[in-house]
């Protein structure tokens, strides 16, 4: 489904938008600028006195009034802690589909670990098992990419299964570093 990146005043990324709820923003006066090129006019209804039929043109990235926030913890949830780690075992480095993987904590949270970004690799089951509840180091199975917790512009990728030209060009300038899942 077609959603619209919304930004603050500031231009960081706060959440997407459904193509209703930007719709809704540009018909209150919300929207202050708009980003990329515009996308199909959505239709409305046909004016009674006029005879015309309303339609707003949506731009991919639109900022909106508001306040700015300093900070954006980016949740953590499978679906893009998999996203993250391409959907490969940092342990064995086969690629699986989603449903073969499982998230696994670096350092287990019976020992101490905890449950965040820079802790929690994707992990095939075979693996998690091998591992139990041990060290990677303990284990004998080093890790094959560092864990990180993705900033604001990468989270809002990792989040989405389909995104725009215009919105990628956005997001990708603001990741820290080449990411091969990005492509």
């Known amino acids: 489904m077609l959603a619209i ?28 600028y708009g980003i990329g090129d515009a996308l199909p006019p959505i239709l409305g209804g046909t004016q009674r006195l006029t005879g015309l039929r309303s339609q707003i043109t949506v731009q991919p990235i639109i900022a909106t009034a508001g306040r700015i926030r300093d900070v954006f913890t980016p949740p953590l949830c499978n679906r893009t802690l998999f996203r993250r780690d391409d959907h490969t075992c940092l342990y064995c ?10 998230r696994d904590h670096v350092i287990p949270v019976s020992r101490g ?27 004998g199975m080093p890790l ?15 989040a989405k299964e389909r995104v725009l030209t215009d919105q ?15 492509h």
């Open 5 to 32: 990146l919304k930004l603050d005043l500031a231009g960081q990324p706060r959440r997407w938008l459904t193509v209703h709820e930007a719709v809704t923003a540009y018909a209150r006066g919300d929207v202050l």
């Open 93 to 102: 480095g086969q690629r699986f589909n989603r449903t073969a993987l499982t």
């Open 113 to 139: 670990g905890r449950d965040r970004w820079e802790n929690v690799v994707a992990a095939c089951k075979r693996c998690n098992w091998i591992k139990d509840n041990k060290t990677p180091e303990e284990a």
């Open 168 to 182: 990628m060009h956005y997001l990708s300038k603001q990741f820290k570093a080449h990411r091969a899942w990005a």
């Open 144 to 158: 094959l990419a560092i864990p990180f917790r993705p900033n604001a512009y990468e989270w809002h990728f990792l």
